[in-house]
Nanobody, 117 residues
Framework: QVQLVESGGGLVQPGGSLRLSCAASGFTFSSYAMSWVRQAPGKGLEWVSD????????YYADSVKGRFTISRDNAKNTLYLQMNDLKPEDTAVYYCNVWITPHESYWGQGTQVTVSS
């Protein structure tokens, strides 16, 4: 079955960096676009970034553009999110997400990112 396992979150000071990973299994990773989505405390889900199946096309929310970089290693079935110049408003649980069909979406368990001094 489809499994997505995020890792790499933690506590970081403002201006710091983190790299999140999402290990995928149970589907042909290299055939699907992938997304990062986050949920801040008390708020709804916020789309962060997308990457196409080959990794050549990437898209970002305005709130993270220029600071975050999405990438993937299809040989390792792993999705990444490099986060630089982190701000307190980036504090959230970060999820990776894949749509296998238009009606079938899968999520990982999430990884907590806390930006605080």
């Amino acid at each position: 079955q489809v499994q997505l396992v995020e890792s790499g979150g933690g506590l970081v000071q403002p201006g710091g960096s983190l790299r999140l990973s999402c290990a995928a299994s149970g589907f042909t990773f290299s055939s699907y676009a992938m997304s990062w989505v986050r949920q801040a405390p008390g708020k709804g889900l916020e789309w962060v970034s997308d990457i196409n199946s080959g990794g050549g096309d990437t898209y970002y929310a305005d709130s993270v553009k220029g600071r975050f970089t999405i990438s993937r290693d299809n040989a390792k079935n792993t999705l990444y999110l490099q986060m630089n110049d982190l701000k307190p408003e980036d504090t959230a649980v970060y999820y990776c997400n894949v749509w296998i069909t238009p009606h079938e979406s899968y999520w990982g368990q999430g990884t907590q990112v806390t930006v605080s001094s």
